[in-house]
């Protein structure tokens, strides 16, 4: 972050607030005009700041509101276990996020489902045959208190 100055910063909390935002608004908002804060925006792609720009979906409009974490215990955590595992997590289309840990388990998962009986189906199916599994514990989330869109810089 050493690179950043406070324009840059601004740029990044302007597109976390909304991707879509033309740049001749965003420029307005930073204080800049539009040729240095495109140059800016291209510099910060470029240096891998912005990865990308994406839409935040309502997943209850879209049926798949359920929420778990798991977390997973590998049998053997060597580099090509942890390989096999990562690339076959990448494959299911319900596993929304996978995080290696430094804890008493190898892995917190974060799926996503449209009810409890699907999820014990993912849970069941998928996520337990993937490769190395030895053990999983589901916590279910009650309430989404915080979230992307409000983990602004």
Known sequence: ME???KL???ILRELQKNARITVTELASRVGLSKT???????RLEEQGYILGYIALIDQKKLGTKYVAFVQVSLS???TRALQAFNE???LVPE????HMTAANFDYLLKVRTSDMDSYRAV???KISSLPYVTQTST???MENVKDIESALL
Do not use: S, W, Y
Not at 95 to 98: A, K, R, V
């Open 3 to 5: 690179n950043l100055d």
């Open 8 to 10: 840059d910063m601004a």
């Open 36 to 42: 240095p804060c495109q140059i800016r925006m291209k």
């Open 76 to 78: 053997d955590t060597r």
């Open 88 to 90: 076959a997590v990448r």
């Open 95 to 98: 596993i929304e996020q996978c």
């Open 123 to 125: 849970l069941g199916e």
């Open 139 to 141: 916590f279910v989330v």
